[in-house]
């Protein structure tokens, strides 16, 4: 898989604030690779850096396919998070227009439009205006607007927020099928669940900085340890005693045991304690769901250090 | 630039198919056509009342024909009759009468050098002043009897005149005397009718400078900045902006002018495109541009820092009053166009183009100097605020969901 884009110890400041710190990561082609992290971790001013949108202060972004100097615009399609579209114009017109602007035939560009209208449901809205179209349509309008020209790069800043999941549905099919027509997709998202669907790598990011960085599997792998939740009063010092048990958080009578990495649960589950006073007991995996709110709450519980060969 | 091509030809478009920008169009012209005809008919009204005349006249010398002549190629609606009426009866003859005026001429009265002149009550009291022009075959009589020659009669109707002159324009008075009265009219169209159209132009690009303030708020409103941005710079965004309003302006200025010429043409017997292909045009047009080129970048950088016009602060409502800023230069301009208000908004960034083409218009001679200061400073001043608006424009079209504040302003023009 060739590499589309580089980013490389980007770094970027905000008056005295550092807001990106020493960023680093490939995007390859046919791969969806999910930048993720909570709101105003930095997920956006990466995304705004490599389209050059805003410049970092140090750091390189390159595009390894491209020979010419700058960003090859024609070639990426962009869904910026805040997006929008021209109030009074025609559907067809203005996706005939971000066209155009990306140099891409026109002829085609209207066949495309057509066919993609008709697989969002939107059949014979092309000469409706975009003020009457819902929110939802609005959107969807916008996808296309983003991957009209036939991007080999597409970047795509929280493309499920605020959709429908028929919606959703319809957007992850949609960019599951590019990536496996060869387009390279970045795609920046606060929404876990959606994104361990069909990410192939990530990339986690909290106030700027890496947390992890790897494929879906090995990050899955990595963190997502053994958890045993208890029901029942037991002493704190009683829990810690128990042996593999690496945190402790306790809530009432729920109590949330974090194991160490290589624990066996059949052994682990024999050697708990007599005393232990047991109303209801699971015990499962960590989703990456908790992985990210372990990061965005600061708890830093399961990840100290992450890093992996992508 | 291709892309600045681009973003003009989509702003054209966009607004050619808006109906709003349609019915703007086409108004404007009907509104000014609508001000020409209730001006024209006003005013015409009311010229019609002061000049009918009777006029009879007992002429005991024998020049009635020579006045009434005369009268009529004064572009008096006179009617000059013969009477024998006697100055005793007069007054009888007055009485019922309705714009009538009784002269005697004879030489008696041409000894005392006064002519009375009785007129019904409705005539106007300063009627007797427009009498004056029949001074001229009068007095020609007068010296014709006094056996002067030709010569000598010419030297003394032309009288002795006391006029102000300007030194600059001493030069030029000169050679323009030359060419005498009858040029008076031809040249003060020869002047206006390049100024007016340069003004319409003007007037025109203005207006629809600012709609580019609506267009690159409007951006910042539905969010559409970025996508367009991963496509093309802002510099590109901005130049295809105001490329495409110019032609907006010009297609403006295109629909009034359509309406206008054959209205013109209609309602005088002027020759327009005479006077209209004249080098002056071009500058006025130039004027024009440069004074587009400045409002429009201003505004297009001031839009960018606005997504709600209705909570915009002062700051912005100020800069949006610029471009009114010449017509505080009408009055003193037009009283003096070679004086000091009109010097200072000569080199005013904002006012020069407006009132350099009021003053060029009203001014005999050229002040060729303050023509060349003013278009440097117009030049420098306009790449300057393009350069600026640029800055602005750049990081402010940006920035969602708040208006910016001139502080905020400020700081991006240091960057």
Same mark, same amino acid.
Not at chain 2, 246 to 263: C, E, H, T
Not at chain 2, 384 to 397: E, N, P, S, T
């Given at each position: ?5 580089? +980013? ?45 949108? $805003? ?23 962009? $869904? ?49 205006? +975009? ?45 599951? =099928? ?8 970045? $795609? ?12 192939? =790598? ?69 050697? $708990? ?38 | ?126 009627? *007797? ?104 710079? *802002? ?131 050229? *002040? ?48």
């Amino acid at each position: 898989m060739s590499t589309m884009l580089e +980013v490389n110890g980007l770094n970027k400041y905000f008056k005295d604030k550092h807001v990106l710190k020493d960023i680093t990561f490939e995007v390859k082609r046919g791969e969806i690779m999910a930048i993720l992290g909570p709101n105003g971790a930095g997920k956006s001013t990466t995304i705004r850096n490599i389209m050059g949108i $805003l410049y970092p202060d140090e750091g390189t972004i390159r595009f390894p396919q491209h020979d010419g100097n700058g960003i090859p615009q024609n070639k990426i399609g962009y $869904l910026p998070e805040e997006r929008g579209l021209y109030k009074n114009v025609k559907v067809m017109d203005i996706l005939l227009y971000l066209a155009d602007l990306k140099d891409y035939p026109l002829d085609k560009a209207k066949e495309r439009i057509l066919a993609y209208l008709k697989k969002f449901d939107l059949e014979g809205k092309e000469n409706v205006s +975009v003020e009457e179209l819902s929110k939802g349509m609005g959107q969807k309008v916008q996808f296309i607007g983003a991957i009209v020209h036939e991007p080999e790069l597409l970047i795509l800043d929280e493309p499920f927020s605020g959709l429908d999941p028929v919606s959703q549905d319809i957007f992850k099919d949609e960019i599951r =099928r590019l990536r496996d027509e060869g387009t390279a997709i970045l $795609l920046s998202s606060h929404q876990m669940n959606l994104v361990e669907e069909m990410c192939d =790598r990530l990339f986690m990011i909290q106030r700027g900085e890496k947390v992890i960085y790897g494929s879906l599997d090995d990050v899955k792998t990595e963190y997502a340890n053994f958890k045993c939740t208890i029901h029942g009063q037991n002493d704190l010092a009683l829990l810690q005693s128990i042996p593999d048990v690496e945190q402790v958080e306790t809530d009432g009578n729920t109590s949330v045991l974090y194991l160490t990495k290589n624990v066996d649960p059949n052994g682990w589950l024999q050697s $708990l304690p007599d005393g232990l006073h047991i109303q209801e007991l699971t015990i499962n995996r960590v989703s990456l769901h908790e992985i990210f709110i372990d990061i965005a709450t600061d708890k830093r519980l399961m990840t100290e250090e992450g890093e992996f060969d992508a | 630039m291709r892309n600045s091509l681009k973003v003009a030809k989509w702003e054209v478009k966009r607004n050619l198919k808006n109906k709003s920008f349609i019915i703007g169009l086409l108004l404007t012209p009907i509104i000014i056509l609508a001000f020409a005809f209730l001006g024209n008919w006003m005013g015409g009204s009311s010229d019609d009342d002061g000049e009918e005349m009777t006029i009879y006249i007992n002429d005991e010398i024998g020049l009635l024909a020579e006045l009434n002549e005369f009268a009529a190629e004064s572009g008096m609606e006179w009617t000059l009759l013969e009477t024998d009426i006697t100055e005793e009866n007069v007054a009888d003859e007055l009485e019922d009468a309705e714009e009538t005026t009784y002269l005697f001429l004879n030489e008696t009265n041409l000894q005392k050098g006064v002519i009375p002149v009785y007129t019904s009550d409705d005539v106007d009291s300063h009627f *007797p002043n427009q009498l004056a022009v029949l001074q001229g075959p009068i007095l020609a009589y007068q010296m014709e009897q006094l056996g002067l020659s030709e010569e000598q009669m010419v030297a003394l109707s032309q009288g002795v005149n006391f006029v102000g002159m300007d030194v600059d324009e001493a030069a030029g008075e000169e050679s323009g005397e030359a060419s005498g009265e009858a040029a008076s009219e031809d040249d003060f169209l020869a002047k206006l009718v390049p100024a007016a159209f340069g003004g319409i132009i003007f007037m025109s690009i203005v207006f629809t400078g600012m709609a580019i303030f609506q267009s690159a708020s409007q951006e910042k409103k539905d969010k559409i900045a970025e996508i367009l941005l991963s496509s093309l710079k *802002p510099g590109e965004l901005m130049q295809g902006k105001i490329i495409g309003y110019f032609v907006l302006g010009l297609i403006q200025a295109a629909v009034l002018l359509v309406f206008l010429i054959p209205l013109v043409m209609y309602m005088t017997d002027i020759e327009l495109f005479k006077y209209l292909f004249v080098p002056e045009t071009l500058l006025y047009v130039l004027l024009a541009l440069f004074n587009y080129l400045m409002f429009s970048a201003i505004f297009v950088g001031i839009g960018a820092t606005i997504e709600d016009v209705t909570t915009s602060g002062n700051f912005q409502g100020f800069v949006m009053m610029l471009p009114f800023l010449p017509f505080i230069f009408i009055g003193p301009v037009v009283g003096d166009p070679s004086g000091i208000w009109a010097q200072v908004g000569t080199y005013i960034p904002f006012t020069a183009p407006g009132v350099l083409l009021l003053r060029l218009a009203i001014l005999d001679v050229w *002040p060729w100097l303050e023509i060349g200061i003013s278009l440097v400073i117009i030049i420098v001043s306009t790449i300057l605020f393009i350069k600026l608006a640029g800055k602005i424009f750049k990081v402010g079209i940006l920035m969602y969901g708040k208006n910016a504040t001139p502080g905020e302003i400020w700081k991006w023009l240091k960057a």
